[in-house]
């Protein structure tokens, strides 16, 4: 009997990427543009709502309602340091909610807040229609993929998320171990050592390291993993946006930082720019009447993007150093570096971690941007049971990224599971009252390694009622489990009595309630319906974007060989034509598809004429 199939999904900052086992095989399914990664990308307007790749298209037109990055926010609290940081460049709105949970805010037919859960959860769907349009059945099962260095919230959101979206997630898996399970499938079998290898996976907003041993018959050892959630391409991106500003700023005194729409437009340019720098020397930006009128045009070299972002790549490889600390490896000792993540394309990092191991030749074997995807459907494959021999092969051993401990009467942290603990793992330790009468030992229970507990993250806090006694006589035994997925199980036990207890720590905190999942389950049926029409809408849109564009092209041509060519008066009936199909391409909302098809009609009937004389 064939089962239903799982997925796999890489639920990226910038982009997912979603694949199956079948016939033996991973495949990688293609959404319905062609392409094997989706932008985890969400864009409210008036007539509805965009997921993907459509809503990505939406970013400079309707950027304050355009929402990215929701993997930035997912399981932090609003008065997150770097969270606030972040919101100075969002464009769009984000508010702090009931229990210092963020809330996104857009304008869609009114004033909307959206949980990061729920976003995300929007692009899982689109992943699950993406899957279910390629298999042609229901898919409900996946395995989502999270960043290595993930805390606790933040892979209960993520969970969340998935629940929200109508998927049951079998597990979640680290990212770059999936990235491991990937590399080793592809492993020549005739290898009779372990081998050590480094996954470096620089994406959109964060950089996981792990270090990893596979040995021949399939086994995966993760060593340690480190890592920075608020570190990849959207700061590198971040870095040009405010140079450029600068230099606009200073050469047009102005401000453009209060043009949101401009600021938006900016950021996806120096992205693309950044891009091209990965394979070209030299880029200039060009921008349209970006602010106050002025047209945008700026060079950039690769050297000036390095420079300005010499203390974020020098982060990454110090990163590297400290996850050779924690594996207690010296960087002879490894033998792969293997890079993941759309990141990895810049030279400059290469060269510096090429360099930090001595010139070694880095590993391009697998696909950087859908290898994490891969392994993710290579685990759905081992959890169902799969017959081929390598999957049967495959048996994963993860760590706790984090040290998860209590604090004590003096305000240190207690340490119950250490960083980098195989899981899945069990600990416990006993702790008495610190006064005299005390009737119940209240724990509070941080994430982190910092000395003072307090400056690590808080996971909530629970209450164990004692016998009262003289201090130091009530004894009161804490346990800590963290299962498969990363996640913290506690329980207590209060040793006179006996009595056991189990402590969802996470309740109290940033956790969305089951009814607050339910009311987003419920939602997401309701903007499928919406969204529809929009596409049709939105195509038409594009169509004519891209036409008035092409006109644009064609006249500056002309122009640019002989700008006596064409007529005064002739460019300026183009240009009037022009600037009215602008008007209506620029409208805050989208309009009828006829309506886009009237203006382009019009705007060809003006332009054809004249062009075709001219060329
Ligand atoms: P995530 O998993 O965080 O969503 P990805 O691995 O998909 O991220 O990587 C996306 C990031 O990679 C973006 O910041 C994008 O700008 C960057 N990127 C993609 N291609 C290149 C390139 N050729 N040069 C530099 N950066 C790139
Ligand atoms: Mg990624």
């Known amino acids: 009997m064939v089962g239903k199939k799982a997925i796999g999904i890489d639920l990226g900052t910038t982009y997912s990427c979603v694949a199956v086992w079948q016939h033996e095989q991973v495949e990688i399914i293609p959404n319905e543009q062609g392409n094997r990664t989706t932008p985890s990308c969400v864009s409210f307007n008036e007539v509805g709502r965009l997921v993907g790749e459509s809503a990505k298209n939406q970013m400079n037109m309707n950027p304050t309602n355009t929402v990215y990055d929701a993997k930035r926010l997912i399981g932090r609290r609003f008065n997150d340091t770097k969270l606030q940081e972040d919101m100075k460049l969002w464009p769009f709105k984000v508010i702090k909610g009931t229990n210092d949970i963020p809330k996104i805010v857009v304008d869609y037919n009114g004033e909307k807040e959206f949980f990061a859960e729920e976003i995300s959860s929007m692009v899982l769907v689109k992943l699950k229609q993406v899957a279910e349009a390629y298999l042609g059945e229901t898919v409900t099962d996946a395995v989502i993929t999270v960043p290595a260095y993930f805390d606790d919230s933040q892979?209960?959101?993520?969970?969340?998320?998935?629940?929200?979206?109508g998927l049951n997630v079998l597990q979640i898996i680290n990212e770059p171990t999936a990235a491991a399970i990937t590399y080793g499938f592809d492993m020549k079998t005739d290898i009779t050592h372990d081998t050590n290898v480094l996954i470096f996976d620089l994406g959109g907003g964060t950089l996981d390291v792990s270090i990893v041993t596979i040995n021949n018959n399939g086994k995966i050892t993760v060593k340690a993993v480190t890592g920075d959630t608020h570190l990849g391409g959207q700061d590198f991106d971040n870095a040009m946006v405010e140079h450029f500003m600068m230099q606009f700023n200073q050469k047009h005194k102005t401000d453009m930082s209060v043009n949101i729409k401009a600021m938006g437009r900016l950021r996806v340019g120096c992205e693309k720019a950044k891009r091209a720098l990965s394979s070209t020397t030299e880029i200039t930006i060009e921008i349209d009447v970006l602010h106050e009128g002025i047209d945008f045009s700026m060079e950039i070299t690769r050297a000036k993007f390095e420079d300005l972002n010499e203390d974020l790549f020098s982060k990454c490889i110090q990163l590297v150093e400290k996850c050779l600390v924690d594996a207690e490896m010296n960087k002879t000792e490894v033998n792969e570096v293997v890079l993941v993540g759309g990141s990895t394309r810049i030279p400059k990092i290469q060269e510096l971690l090429s360099d930090f191991f001595n010139g070694k030749e880095l590993s391009k074997n697998i696909q950087s941007d859908e290898a994490v995807a891969y392994g993710a459907a290579v685990l759905t494959a081992k959890l169902s049971g799969e017959n081929s021999q390598k999957v049967k092969n495959l048996v994963l051993l993860d760590v706790v990224p984090l040290s998860l401990g209590v604090s004590i009467r003096d305000g240190s942290s207690s340490v119950i599971i250490?960083?980098?603990?195989?899981?899945?793992?069990?600990?416990?330790?006993?702790?008495?009252?610190?006064?005299d009468n005390q009737s119940a030992i209240t724990f509070d229970v941080y994430q982190g390694e910092r000395s003072r507990a307090i400056d690590n993250d808080w996971l909530g806090k629970f209450q164990v009622a004692v016998p009262v006694e003289v201090k130091g006589k009530s004894r009161v035994n804490v346990v800590f489990e963290v299962d498969v997925n990363g996640i913290l199980n506690c329980s207590a036990e209060e040793l006179t009595s006996g009595l056991k207890k189990k402590i969802r720590i996470s309740n109290d905190k940033q956790?969305?309630?089951?009814?607050?999942?339910?009311?987003?389950?419920?939602?997401a049926e309701k903007y499928k319906l919406d969204d529809e029409e929009n596409i049709k809408k939105l195509l038409a849109h594009n169509v004519l974007e891209e036409y008035i564009y092409d006109v644009k092209a064609k006249i500056k041509s002309i122009g640019s060989i002989d700008n006596t060519k064409i007529p005064k008066e002739e460019l300026e009936k183009m240009e009037n034509a022009i600037t009215s199909a602008n008007q209506i391409l620029d409208l805050h909302k989208l309009v009828d598809v006829d309506n886009y098809e009237k203006t382009l009609n019009e705007l060809e009937k003006v332009c054809v004429p004249i062009i075709g004389q001219l060329v």
């Open 155 to 165: 892979r209960q959101a993520t969970i969340d998320a998935g629940l929200a979206a």
């Open 511 to 523: 956790r969305l309630s089951k009814e607050e999942i339910e009311k987003m389950m419920k939602d």
């Open 418 to 435: 250490k960083r980098n603990s195989p899981i899945p793992v069990k600990q416990e330790r006993i702790y008495v009252t610190s006064v």
